[in-house]
């Protein structure tokens, strides 16, 4: 794991933790969908898979914040599909779940980094964050 701190500015009541991060972040909306269970490979019309859909609250070329509606283990290795407000087509990523901690009674704040993996999205993701940056 790398040194960059993917705290995704933690709340802001709390200033003993600082914003470390080394990357810019865009506030833009994003759908995001884990795949926190796979189904059975080779069985036509399997369901027993299970996803989770949620919002960003912010996302950086390597890392996303999102709120979820259940928790997610932190260290889980996880495929990802994030669609940007103004793309068609989802960005297949591979994600580690840096942190999660209770955000309401109902909710958990999650920060994501992205991997940068063979069989992914993840070189267009990160032109089309370059691009968004730069236009914003």
């Known amino acids: 794991m790398?040194?960059?701190?993917?705290?995704?500015?933690?709340y802001e009541d709390a200033p003993e933790?600082?914003?470390n991060r080394s990357e810019y972040r865009l506030a833009a909306s994003a759908s995001?969908?884990?795949?926190?269970?796979s189904p059975i490979p080779d069985v036509e019309g399997d369901q027993s898979g299970r996803s989770l859909v949620s919002r960003t609250?912010?996302?950086s070329a390597r890392g996303i914040r999102l709120t979820t509606a259940e928790?997610?283990?932190q260290g889980a290795l996880l495929p990802a599909?994030?669609?940007?407000?103004?793309?068609?087509?989802?960005?297949?990523l591979m994600v580690e779940v840096v942190w999660c901690r209770a955000n309401t009674?109902?909710?958990w704040l999650v920060g994501l980094q992205i991997l940068e993996s063979d069989d992914t999205s993840y070189l267009e993701w990160v032109e089309a964050v370059a691009k968004a940056m730069s236009e914003g």
């Open 2 to 10: 790398s040194d960059i701190d993917y705290s995704f500015g933690d």
């Open 17 to 19: 933790s600082g914003d």
């Open 32 to 37: 995001v969908t884990l795949e926190l269970e």
């Open 57 to 59: 609250s912010d996302v």
């Open 71 to 73: 928790p997610v283990t």
């Open 81 to 92: 599909w994030v669609r940007l407000e103004d793309d068609n087509e989802p960005y297949g």
């Open 105 to 107: 009674e109902t909710s």
